[in-house]
C-alpha cells in the first residue's frame, strides 16, 4: 500500500544526499545545558537542567536565574522549560516548566525578571507564582517544552504520558489526564479574576464538551522539543519513540489533534485493539506524523528525538528547512518545511554531540546545546 511504502521510505531507506550541517562553537562551560531561547532582543539565554539559567550578553554571561533547590534532577528531570511572556519588555515576566523536588510533580510557574538588572531574575527569586501543577506518576517523560505562539499572550505546554513503557496507564489517550498533551492557557487571566489565575481560551478543543478544557492536542508519548515555525505559525513537535520509531510532528492547527500514542509508535500499530503490532497502519491511523526514523537507521545508534526548529532567516542557506537531530547518534537531518509523509529523509549529517535541544535567537539563528560537553553550538546556515 502508498502509506506502507511511505513508511519504508521514511523509516529506513536514506533518500538523496543532503547539505551538510555545520556547527560552529557558540559559548561552552556551561551544566548540561538543555535549552536556548531568547526574550525579544540579542541576548542568548541558556537553561541549565540543575535549575541554573545563563544569559549570554555582549559584556560575557550572567547568571540569571538559579532554582535548583526547588526541583529534582537529572535523567528526566530537572528545569526542562523557560519561556518570555510576549508583553516581557514591560511586564517583566517569564515561566518555568520544572520537577518538583518533593514529588517529581511537574510545575508551571510564573517568575519576574528584576526592575533594576535585565540580566538577573527578581532579587533571591522572591516572585514565584504557580500557574500549574501536574502530578507526575513515574520520573520519566516529562515532557518540559513550553512557548508562546508569535504574536499571542497564549501558553502553550508539552507533557509526557508520565513514564513506563508503553503508557501502561493509557494516559495520552485519556481525554480527563494531562498527560501525553500538548495544553494550552493564557497564563495571566485578561478578565481580571486575579493575580494566581489562568484563563482557558474559549476556542480550546474540549471547551464545552468531553475531556479537560486545558488540553490543545493529545495522543504523545514525550514530545521533546516543541517550535513553532515564524513563518507559517505551525507548530512541530519531535516525540520521542518506544523502542523502534522517533516521529517529528507538524500541524497547520494542531487543535483538537490525536497524535496516536500509544496506538501508534511512529506510523505502525503498538498497542492498537484488533491490531497486530509492528505493522503499518492504513486506515483510522489519527494524525500521523510527518517524518519517522527508525533506530537502525541511517547505521543505526538513534534512540531519542530532539526537535528543532525552521530557518527562516532571509537569505540564509536552509531558509525553510526544519532542523532536528537524535540524542543519542548525534545525527542532525534538514527537511523542507513543508516535507510530506511520501518524501524520504535525506542522510543526516553525523555531528558526534549529545544533541539535547535546539534554541533559537530573536533574528532566527538556531543553535544546538550539548548535554555532555556543556556547549552551545551555532548551526551554520540558519
Known amino acids: ?13 536514506p533518500g538523496p544526499a543532503a547539505a551538510a550541517v555545520t556547527l560552529s562553537p557558540h559559548a561552552s562551560g556551561f551544566e548540561r545545558p538543555i535549552y536556548v531561547t531568547h526574550a525579544g532582543d540579542s541576548r542568548l539565554f541558556v537553561v541549565e537542567q540543575g ?22 534532577c537529572c535523567g528526566e528531570q530537572g528545569l ?4 518570555f511572556h510576549p508583553g516581557y519588555a514591560s511586564n517583566r515576566l517569564f515561566y518555568v516548566n520544572y520537577t518538583r523536588k518533593s514529588d517529581g510533580a511537574t510545575v508551571i510557574g510564573e517568575m519576574r525578571r528584576s526592575a533594576g538588572n535585565a540580566n538577573v531574575a527578581d532579587p533571591a527569586s522572591t516572585y514565584f507564582r504557580r500557574v500549574m501543577l501536574i502530578p507526575q506518576p513515574q520520573s520519566n517523560h ?15 505546554i508539552a507533557t509526557g504520558d508520565g513514564g513506563g513503557a508503553g503508557d501502561p496507564g493509557n494516559r495520552a489517550q485519556n481525554l480527563n489526564s494531562l498527560l501525553g498533551k500538548i495544553l494550552r492557557i493564557n497564563p495571566r487571566d485578561p478578565d481580571g479574576n486575579g493575580p494566581r489565575t489562568y484563563k482557558i481560551p474559549p476556542s480550546n478543543p474540549f471547551t464545552g464538551r468531553a475531556g479537560r478544557d486545558k488540553i490543545w492536542a493529545y495522543g504523545l508519548r514525550n514530545p521533546w522539543r516543541c517550535s513553532f515555525d515564524r513563518g507559517t505559525g505551525n507548530l512541530w513537535c519531535a516525540d520521542v519513540g518506544q ?3 522517533e516521529e517529528i510532528n507538524r500541524s497547520e492547527t494542531g487543535k483538537g489533534k490525536n497524535y496516536g500514542w500509544r496506538l501508534l509508535e511512529g506510523f505502525r500499530h503498538f498497542s492498537y485493539p484488533g491490531r497486530t503490532r509492528g505493522t503499518p497502519c492504513t486506515s ?11 533506530h537502525s537507521a541511517f547505521g543505526g545508534g538513534n534512540c531519542s528525538v530532539t526537535g528543532g526548529y525552521v530557518s527562516r532567516r532571509v537569505g540564509a542557506t536552509h531558509h525553510g528547512k526544519y532542523v532536528f537531530g537524535d540524542y543519542c547518534s548525534g545525527k542532525v537531518w534538514l527537511i523542507d518545511a513543508g516535507h510530506t509523509r511520501g518524501t524520504p529523509l535525506a542522510a543526516p549529517t ?9 534554541g533559537e535567537s530573536f533574528d532566527g539563528r538556531i543553535y544546538l546545546t550539548d548535554l555532555s560537553n556543556g556547549t552551545v553550538y551555532y548551526v551554520e546556515g540558519t
Not at 483510522?284 to 527508525?294: E, I, K, M
Open 1 to 13: 500500500m502508498v502509506l506502507a511504502a511511505a513508511f519504508f521510505l521514511l523509516a529506513g531507506t
Open 51 to 72: 535549575g541554573r539559567v545563563w544569559v549570554i550578553h555582549a559584556g560575557g554571561r550572567t547568571l540569571f536565574l538559579d532554582i535548583g533547590s526547588r526541583l529534582v
Open 80 to 83: 526542562l522549560g523557560l519561556a
Open 142 to 156: 516529562n515532557g518540559g517544552w513550553i512557548g508562546f505562539k508569535p504574536g499571542s499572550p497564549q501558553l502553550y
Open 243 to 245: 523502542g523502534d520509531y
Open 284 to 294: 483510522n491511523c489519527r494524525a500521523l506524523p510527518v517524518a519517522v526514523y527508525a
Open 350 to 358: 553525523d555531528t558526534g554531540r549529545r544533541i539535547s535541544s535546539f
